[in-house]
């Protein structure tokens, strides 16, 4: 800490944000750092700390970035309205969680008392769920994206690129999650490597995959790692692997982006 002031290392360690994302935020001007040297290095203040905490407490009451904006820009944004359709956002969420639920408790408690599975009844419960799930996919995709964005991820040309980085990131989570299941430290010379693949990866796709509007797909890793994405989204997603890998990768960035 310099003159009452952290770097952008520092600050990133100080309130988890990854150094990735505080560019991206200061890019967006949604939190610009007390001071730049003449080397273009970040130095943030306290100031800067109580905004990333206000920034970091909306995103994960399920805010986007946008509407975040308009949030800290607008002083008389009727945050508490917002607020609450939120909470019935969340709500209906968990409803959605909570059918799932059901499904595999059924699935047990039949289990139990027959020794065997009754596929055809877990059957019409699961098709009951993927209908309701893909409600929940629909209204998490209204929540989180605007109607030309939603266009966007519809288009031809993203889904092409999707399904042939598909595999590419299934086999990465894939090893990742082998990694977190054997107890390596994600800063482990072993993961480290597969950490820099996903940097790799994740730069060659984001050109691809998204050349005009890289705010979108800083705001899909963002999602990923919160957890709040439908499951049947991406490939080989897992919440717990994603936290695992961007430990190891926000390790690798701090050491290229010192």
Same mark, same amino acid.
């Given at each position: 800490?310099?003159? &009452?002031?952290w770097?952008?290392?520092?600050?990133?360690?100080?309130?988890?944000?990854?150094?990735?994302?505080?560019?991206?935020?200061?890019?967006?001007?949604?939190?610009?750092?007390?001071?730049?040297?003449?080397?273009?290095?970040?130095?943030?203040?306290?100031?800067?700390?109580l905004? $990333?905490?206000? %920034?970091?407490?909306?995103?994960?009451?399920g805010?986007?970035?946008?509407?975040i904006?308009?949030?800290?820009?607008?002083?008389?944004?009727?945050?508490?309205?917002?607020?609450?359709?939120?909470? &019935?956002?969340?709500?209906?969420?968990?409803?959605?969680?909570?059918?799932?639920?059901?499904?595999?408790?059924?699935?047990?408690?039949?289990?139990?008392?027959?020794?065997?599975?009754?596929?055809?009844?877990?059957?019409?419960?699961?098709?009951?769920?993927?209908?309701?799930?893909?409600?929940?996919?629909?209204?998490? $995709?209204?929540?989180?994206?605007?109607?030309?964005?939603?266009?966007?991820?519809?288009?031809?040309?993203?889904?092409?690129?999707? %399904?042939?980085?598909?595999?590419?990131?299934?086999?990465?989570?894939?090893? $990742?999650?082998?990694?977190?299941l054997?107890?390596?430290?994600?800063?482990?010379?072993?993961?480290?490597v597969?950490?820099?693949?996903?940097?790799?990866?994740?730069?060659?796709?984001?050109?691809?995959?998204?050349?005009?509007?890289?705010?979108?797909?800083?705001?899909?890793?963002?999602?990923?790692?919160s957890?709040?994405?439908?499951?049947?989204?991406?490939?080989?997603?897992?919440?717990?692997?994603?936290l695992?890998?961007?430990? $190891?990768?926000?390790?690798?960035?701090?050491? %290229?982006?010192?």
């Open positions: 800490m310099m003159n &009452n002031l770097s952008t290392a520092e600050f990133s360690k100080l309130t988890g944000l990854s150094i990735r994302t505080l560019h991206y935020y200061d890019e967006e001007g949604v939190l610009i750092p007390h001071h730049k040297n003449e080397k273009g290095f970040r130095y943030y203040s306290h100031e800067d700390f905004l $990333a905490q206000k %920034i970091t407490t909306l995103k994960y009451v805010f986007n970035l946008n509407q904006k308009k949030i800290l820009l607008n002083p008389d944004f009727d945050l508490l309205g917002s607020l609450r359709l939120q909470a &019935n956002a969340l709500r209906e969420g968990v409803a959605q969680m909570n059918k799932g639920l059901i499904v595999v408790e059924e699935s047990i408690k039949h289990y139990t008392i027959s020794g065997e599975i009754d596929w055809q009844r877990l059957s019409r419960v699961l098709k009951t769920f993927k209908i309701s799930h893909s409600d929940f996919g629909k209204e998490w $995709a209204e929540r989180n994206f605007s109607i030309e964005e939603r266009k966007f991820f519809g288009g031809k040309g993203f889904q092409k690129i999707k %399904i042939n980085y598909e595999q590419l990131w299934a086999d990465i989570f894939s090893e $990742a999650k082998r990694f977190m054997e107890g390596k430290d994600p800063l482990s010379d072993e993961v480290q597969l950490a820099q693949k996903g940097i790799d990866l994740w730069a060659e796709l984001s050109k691809k995959q998204y050349p005009n509007n890289p705010e979108l797909a800083n705001r899909m890793w963002e999602l990923m790692k957890g709040d994405i439908p499951t049947d989204l991406i490939a080989g997603y897992d919440h717990q692997v994603i695992y890998f961007n430990e $190891a990768m926000e390790y690798r960035e701090s050491l %290229i982006f010192k």
